[in-house]
């Protein structure tokens, strides 16, 4: 089979992260047009922090827990519980989605688009869209149409505009420039081409671990991963991924390599590549979920 026959046919099936396991049979009612599936998932989360505190939109605090969410089984289970409707059957209340991240919204709409029989991953990486002078810790969705692989946004509303300059988002075909894969992001502050100071998790996080190139490592190792199938939390934590304030020469070197490899790398060099023993994610790792970001131990279905 040719890059993309193997590519399609990996992309195409679930991975236990994104298999929506007994709520397949609600998906079904789900659009399988790829902007009416985009549009279905921007309505199924609601941030954690994007909006402020969760409570001043009505949520009750203890909703907070539902960050932890990592399948994608249950977290349509919750969303079904919330409001039977299936995705894209019109306007979902606020309090009818699940509270999580961009994580979230693009792990959704990937198990959609699977769903659908649509090649599609998650990656890690960062936006520049977000906030106007920072390249922000964000995932998108990438979807394969036959010709090639193109960003889409599932977090933003219809008719998002970029604040740096007020043009209009193609939400299903995201610039390049403006969200940076993860080892986009890595080589280009390498090389000098953006600041590493910009790469963060959020201007206000005085963690050292959340900026610069330490955090552009740890969304290389998240990148990986989702390239091999593996939607991980953004607070996950396994192999070599530690909170350091900085990167010793070995590790800019190996962080240097996997850049380099996963730029052009067919799905069999991304499945080798995720073999080595500081990067592939074993049974048991430890999730830091904020705000307390104390290391819990996680044992993965």
């Not at 509270?99 to 998650?122: E, K, N, Q, Y």
């Not at 219809?158 to 940076?180: A, K, M, Q, S």
């Not at 049974?283 to 705000?291: D, Q």
Request: charged share 25%; aromatic share 8%.
């Amino acid at each position: 089979m040719d890059d993309f026959s193997v590519s399609q046919s990996f992309y195409v099936s679930q991975s236990r992260f994104s298999d929506p396991g007994t709520q397949a049979e609600w998906l079904d009612a789900t659009p399988n047009d790829l902007a009416a599936l985009r549009e279905a998932a921007s309505q199924l989360v609601f941030h954690y922090w994007g909006s402020g505190d969760i409570t001043e939109h009505g949520f009750p605090a203890e909703r907070h827990d539902e960050i932890t969410l990592r399948y994608a089984s249950d977290m349509f289970a919750r969303l079904r519980e919330l409001d039977p409707a299936p995705p894209g059957g019109g306007l979902r209340a606020p309090l009818h989605r699940i509270v999580g991240c961009c994580r979230d919204f693009t792990l959704l709409f990937v198990s959609m688009a699977r769903h659908h029989g649509i090649p599609a991953r998650a990656r890690a990486g960062f936006a520049s869209y977000l906030m106007p002078g920072w390249y922000i810790d964000h995932v998108v969705a990438e979807v394969h149409d036959g010709s090639g692989w193109h960003l889409v946004e599932a977090q933003m509303p219809p008719g998002y505009r970029d604040p740096v300059d007020g043009t209009e988002l193609n939400l299903l075909d995201v610039p390049r420039d403006r969200f940076l894969t993860a080892p986009d992001a890595w080589t280009a502050a390498r090389a000098g081409d953006v600041d590493p100071a910009r790469l963060v998790a959020s201007p206000d996080l005085d963690v050292p671990f959340l900026r610069g190139l330490p955090y552009g490592r740890y969304s290389l190792l998240l990148d990986l991963a989702s390239l091999n199938k593996h939607e991980m939390l953004q607070w996950d934590v396994w192999g070599s991924i530690d909170t350091a304030a900085s990167l010793a020469p070995a590790a800019l070197a190996r962080a240097d390599e996997l850049a380099e490899l996963m730029a052009d790398a067919d799905v069999e060099q991304l499945r080798v590549a995720f073999e080595a023993d500081d990067v592939r994610v074993p049974p048991v790792i430890r999730s830091v979920t904020p705000p307390g970001l104390l290391p819990v131990e996680v044992v993965l279905r």
